[in-house]
């Protein structure tokens, strides 16, 4: 790794669909927030995590807990929250969510490959561009997420469509990941991967 990372990992949901704290949920004996962590280590070099203001979350010592000053207003709100949080010095940032304890670091590195060419990068599946993960140039993003968030805007595809953004479809990035666990999120205990 030549040029710092940050992953930015989006921990402020409610999980009222999933009934209880899924990021505190156990999967081959370690929490979902803490199989995320351990997926974005091994591209990033910085790793922060959005929570809620009230959230308690445990994170190791190394990764850097910032709390959403205004938290459940969805996640672009949270991503621009975030980015203020990453250190300047970084430019590439990747960006997943705190339910998507699957991620393929392949495929993740894939992102940040694209931000050579553009200052944003996602994947596609058969429905399309997906909003998680994104990898972005925090010195471009973050300022449209301000601009986004301020008018109202609270969906992350908004900032799809604000920014150049490389899609990355689905047969190059199965590549690395053929059964397409990098786009599973969990929402409800049935999402949740096998445990071993």
């Known amino acids: 790794m030549t040029e710092r990372v940050a992953a930015l990992i989006l921990a402020g949901g409610r999980s009222s669909r999933f009934g209880r704290d899924k990021l505190a949920e156990p999967i081959a004996g370690r929490t979902m927030l803490d199989r995320v962590i351990e997926r974005v280590r091994d591209v990033a070099s910085d790793v922060v995590v959005v929570a809620a203001a ?66 944003g990068a996602v994947l596609a599946d058969a429905e399309g561009p997906r909003p998680l993960p994104l990898a972005v140039r925090r010195s471009v993003a973050s300022p449209a997420v301000d601009a986004l968030v301020d008018g109202g805007e609270r969906r992350l595809r908004a900032l799809l469509e604000r920014l150049d953004v490389d899609v990355i479809t689905e047969d190059r990035w199965r590549v690395d990941d053929p059964t397409g666990e990098t786009l599973r999120d969990v929402d409800v205990p049935e999402d949740l991967p096998d445990p071993r």
Do not use: N, Q, Y
Request: glycine share 14%; proline share 9%; aromatic share 4%.
């Open 54 to 119: 009230d959230a308690t979350l445990a994170v190791p010592s190394d990764v850097e807990l910032v709390r959403d000053d205004r938290p459940f207003e969805g996640p672009l709100a949270g991503l621009g929250f975030g980015l203020h949080a990453v250190d300047p010095g970084v430019e590439r940032v990747i960006v997943v969510g705190g339910d998507m304890p699957s991620l393929v670091p392949g495929v993740l590195e894939r992102l940040i490959g694209a931000l050579d060419r553009r200052e």
